[in-house]
């Protein structure tokens, strides 16, 4: 008997203890939701195989000084020898990322050729936002009944009446049907001790 008192004032007093240790301490600020942004504009490498189209050509006329003076007709009043017969390919590899194009002039040898690109800027930029809000603890109203007894007896009954105030504190009344001559009523207050 000495040592069950003893064990209860030893959990009285650490409840008191952590009671008094929650009021004095200034409560941390856990409510504020954490974010963490995530931003996604990785250039994916794709691989394609440009294939220079020699099947379609334009015939044009080159002046053998300067290949860069070229004509679609044969010119009239220039001389035979100063002008040859060549063939213009042009063509476009395209897809989502960049546009290709190539130019080769030929007459049996390659006269010019040009290579040239366009890059498209990605039209896609995947932003990811998580945002995680602390857990938030509902108001409830609980309607609650008890059934026991001892080794003796198989005697209590009772049905009671619950307030929750977001988790942290609430109040209870409960009718204890005993003795129906005489029912005992309860009221109850409890608050959290640990989160």
Known sequence: MKTEKIILYIILGLLIFNLLKMQCSTPKSTEIPKIS???DTIWQTKT???KVQ???YKTVYVNKDNVNEISDT???DTEDSKVLKAK???????NDDIDIFSYNLVDGNLLDSQLGYKLKVPREITVTKTIEHPKTYKSGLYLF???GGNTSAFNNLSLGLQYNRKGKWFVSYRTNFNDLQQTTHNVGVGLRLFK
């Not at 213009?88 to 395209?94: F, G, N, P």
């Open 37 to 39: 942004i995530v931003r």
């Open 48 to 50: 394609d195989t440009f």
């Open 54 to 56: 020699t099947t379609n």
């Open 74 to 76: 044969k010119p009239k």
């Open 88 to 94: 213009a390919y042009r063509d476009t590899l395209s």
């Open 145 to 147: 009944s008890e059934v």
